[in-house]
């Protein structure tokens, strides 16, 4: 597992270095919560999901829906790094005319649904999960959501939802890096004790860090967890991941790098692109 977990620590990085200066050139937002979420997404991307970037409307692909969709330009690199569409283009992100929008946009090559509203990732999947199962489909099905927009009544009625339906082909990841829009999850919605939340809803369920390679390979290779259970992993994180200035501050889900800032996150993440 080793063998595979430190060229996908590379990877992140190279991720997260893209959405660095993605964000810097637009003077976008969202930063911290790209960062918290690239080793997720490129375990996923590099080692998980069954997808073939010259077909991405191939029918058996395994499906991944990013419901933070505010997490967009590190969607975009991992896409463009996988072939979906050229890298060049992600010098136009949140630029005018631009498909490569700041919230994902389902008229990008590789992304599932257009999302950023909050709460509306996980039902679409629960729907595309039910279907597949009854077309005996082969096809799985990953969600990635915030741990804020847990607060989302939507997602609880998916949630129930779920387990009913025995989803198996349904994995969810929670980044659970506890900071949402304005202040920490415990301060404005507690969702402790959150393992057991999901437990009484009847999924199976796992806890991981997030930023652990090897824990979340062995996760996702693990997936369904138990047969006719919906599974969760609960990513334990850091929001802002990486540079060390950014790393569990709420001004980062909003303020966009200087160039100097930009610079000195480079060198500690180690990238030249």
């Excluded at 597949?132 to 607060?151: H, P, Q």
Aim: aromatic share 8%; glycine share 8%; charged share 20%.
């Amino acid at each position: 597992m080793e063998s595979s977990a430190g060229p996908l620590r590379e990877v992140a990085q190279r991720l997260r270095a893209r959405a660095v200066l993605m964000v810097h050139k637009s003077r976008a937002s969202h930063l911290g919560s790209c960062l918290s979420m690239a080793d997720l997404v490129a375990a996923l991307y590099w080692h998980t999901l069954r997808i073939d970037p010259s077909r991405p409307d191939w029918k058996d692909r395994d499906r991944f829906f990013l419901s933070k969709g505010h997490g967009a330009a590190l969607l975009y690199a991992a896409l463009a790094e996988r072939g979906f569409f050229p890298v060049e283009e992600l010098d136009q992100y949140c630029q005018a005319g631009s498909r490569l929008t700041g919230h994902a946009t389902s008229g990008v090559p590789g992304v599932e649904i257009s999302s950023g509203s909050l709460g509306h990732a996980l039902p679409i999947a629960c729907g595309v999960a039910l279907a597949g199962k009854r077309e005996g489909a082969a096809f799985r099905n990953f969600v990635l959501v915030s741990d804020g927009e847990l607060d989302e009544g939507s997602n609880w009625e998916a949630i129930l939802f779920a387990p009913q339906h025995q989803l198996d082909n349904l994995t969810l990841i929670v980044d659970y890096n506890r900071i949402q829009s304005f202040g920490r999850t415990a301060d404005i919605l507690n969702l402790d004790p959150l393992p057991d939340k999901f437990r009484a809803f009847r999924w199976a369920c796992r806890e991981i860090d997030g930023h652990d390679m090897q824990q979340i390979l062995q996760a996702y290779d693990a997936s369904p967890f138990e047969p006719g259970r919906p599974t969760v992993i609960i990513a334990h994180t850091v929001k802002g991941r990486g540079v060390a200035a950014m790393e569990d501050q709420l001004a980062w889900h909003y303020k966009s790098p200087t160039a100097e800032q930009v610079e000195a996150a480079m060198q500690e993440l180690g990238v030249k692109l």
